[in-house]
């Protein structure tokens, strides 16, 4: 089913082709001329507009300029008993999809579109194809884990799915932000479109404009071309905004026109172009923080913040380890087109003991490595990183004894160091200059010490 603007200043054809086309069951306007056909384009997005060339007030060649200035997405067929060669080729250069004889055969009229609303989904086809070009090919994911808190996160993904609500995904860093935001798309309405996703951290300052709402040829130094940005991509799909809190001002304060207005204009544009794509957003930021200081637009959190999904971190739910381990250890061993090697009992134990501050990602990368270094069959300790061997030996009782099967001192050290740090930042609710004082260092020092494990406040 598409959506079909018919313009003709003659009632008679107007209900002719309002009756065809609901019949072969599209969604059909009609307007008698050029200004109101205008402003009902400007109000809802078209597929297809179908108008006369010579009408009462305007012509179909001024409704032709402005859709195509509007949205170039959308085919336009032209329709005229006065026809010339010269008003021909002049249609067909602003853009019109065919040109259309009166008097016309109802099956040549069907026939014409039926191909003019195909080209327009080819075309859409192609711009999705063209952002997914060098994406990794796989399935969605799925939230995986039984505990309670992930059970939450499923019952609140089955209960916004099927909206249109935008939807703001928190979490830490590596907690599985992204998989909810393509959970919500799958089991939604519009799992047959597309999901675009961009890390707004990702892109440069001066180029994430460009990327999320497009640009017309000529509009910058390197603009050889127009090109459709993110929000025409998704089309009526699902964009997916990861690490929003990133974006600068100037983007924000046109993101929130877009959320507000449902339109965007390109860089060096001048007319709005109508979309339809649902918004997720993604931060591991606390945004209510960052716009108390200043940095992101109190408007724009609460348009994003309609529904907020939080991901736990996976220390919050340690029962779901034991399933996220057997799930990498298949998925890796099946990438690496080996047998699945079992876990050695020191190996899970240390596995398992693990705090994974880097969540799900750290944990998905430390059975990668695991699977990939492992001799025969078995993950066996040494496969482990050093990290996580020291990090399990630093575990409470005696940190000085030497386990029988030997020890990486530098990680058993480092593994201490960080589980101090970490303790004297809580005891200091985050002030790094009484956590300082607590341990004896110049803030100078403590900082240092901060970046060499990536600790941020706890």
Known sequence: MASILVVDDEQSMREFLEILLQKAGHEVAVEADAASA?????????????????????????????????????????????????????????GAYDYVLKPFKVDELKLVVEKALEHRALVAENRVLRHRVGERRRQPEEILGASPAVEEVRELVAKVAPTRTTVLVTGESGTGKEVVARAIHEKGNRREQPFVAINCGAIPEGLIESELFGHEKGSFTGASDTKPGLFEVAGSGTLFLDEVGELPAPVQVKLLRTLQERKIRRVGGSADLTVS?????????????????????????????????????????????????EHFIDRFAAELGRSRPALDPQASRLLLAYDYPGNVRELANVVERAVTLCDGDVVTLSSLPPIVRGAALAAPGDTTAL????????????????????????????????????LSLTFRSLRYRLAKFGIENV
Do not use: C, W
């Open 38 to 94: 205008l402003a009902r384009f400007a109000a809802g997005a078209f597929d297809l507009v179908i108008t006369d060339l010579r009408l009462g007030r305007g012509s179909g060649l001024d409704i032709l300029r402005g859709v195509k200035a509007s949205s170039a997405a959308t085919e336009v067929v032209m329709v005229t008993a006065f026809a010339t060669t010269e008003n021909a080729v002049q249609a067909m250069k602003l």
């Open 277 to 325: 794509a649902r918004i997720i957003a993604a931060t591991n930021r606390d945004l209510a923080e960052e716009v108390k200081a200043g940095r992101f637009r109190e408007d724009l959190y609460y348009r994003l913040n309609v529904i907020q999904v939080r991901m736990p971190a996976l220390r919050e739910r340690r029962e779901d380890l034991p399933l996220f381990l």
């Open 403 to 438: 386990p029988l099967e030997g020890m990486d001192l530098q990680a058993h050290l480092d593994a201490i160091e960080r589980a101090i740090l970490e303790q004297a930042l809580k005891r200091t609710g985050g002030v790094k200059t009484e956590a300082a004082r607590l």
